[in-house]
């Protein structure tokens, strides 16, 4: 009897097994690597969302389970070919009144948009989420041109050749 339960089961998850399609969300951005903003930044991060294995279109729709203090995202639904990547966008912006050393949490969340099967049909929809956090760090002072110190500035230049032109033309005029 107990053999028979455990059959059943590995059948079961056989069958099921294999109908689960796999859809992706690709990110610069992740728990382990921040984004890295300064109080007053505003920037767009975009991924992807990938189908891998479903033979036809998918439909996502998006939703931010954390951070939308910082973020927005457009809902969708973004369709995706199979095979093929859809890019999306989330807006970020970091409050002025942020901190240096403060950390935002983003989470967010792709659900597949279920179809309708008809006829008493069952229909599994799947999701993923990802999340990336966004540290607070001091602005980066712009990098200055060093000034030249002892140089020769353009004018000076233009001034020199006038000088020189005007010498020649005056010695070529006393030769005559």
């Known amino acids: 009897m107990t053999n028979k339960i455990i059959i059943g089961f590995a059948i079961m998850i056989l069958i099921i097994a294999g109908s689960v399609f796999a859809i992706g969300v690709g990110s610069t951005y992740s728990a382990e690597i921040p984004l890295e903003m300064y109080p007053g930044q505003e920037q767009?991060?975009?991924f992807s969302l990938e189908n891998q294995d479903i033979d036809r279109t998918i439909s996502l729709e998006g939703t931010l389970l954390e951070g939308s203090e910082i973020t927005s995202l457009d809902k969708g639904p973004y369709d995706v070919k199979k095979g093929e990547s859809v890019n999306v966008e989330i807006k970020v912006k970091v409050p002025t009144?942020?901190?240096i050393g403060d950390s935002y949490s983003v989470l967010y969340e792709f659900v597949q948009v279920s179809?309708?099967?008809?006829?008493?049909?069952t229909s599994f929809v799947q999701g993923i989420r990802r999340g990336f956090n966004v540290d607070v760090v001091e602005k980066p002072v712009a990098e200055e041109e060093p000034a030249v110190v002892g140089g020769i500035s353009w004018i000076w230049w233009a001034v020199i050749i006038v000088a020189v032109?005007?010498?020649l033309w005056w010695f070529m005029k006393k030769r005559e």
């Open 44 to 46: 767009k991060v975009i």
């Open 165 to 167: 032109v005007l010498i």
């Open 97 to 99: 009144s942020a901190n």
């Open 115 to 121: 179809e309708s099967e008809g006829d008493g049909g």
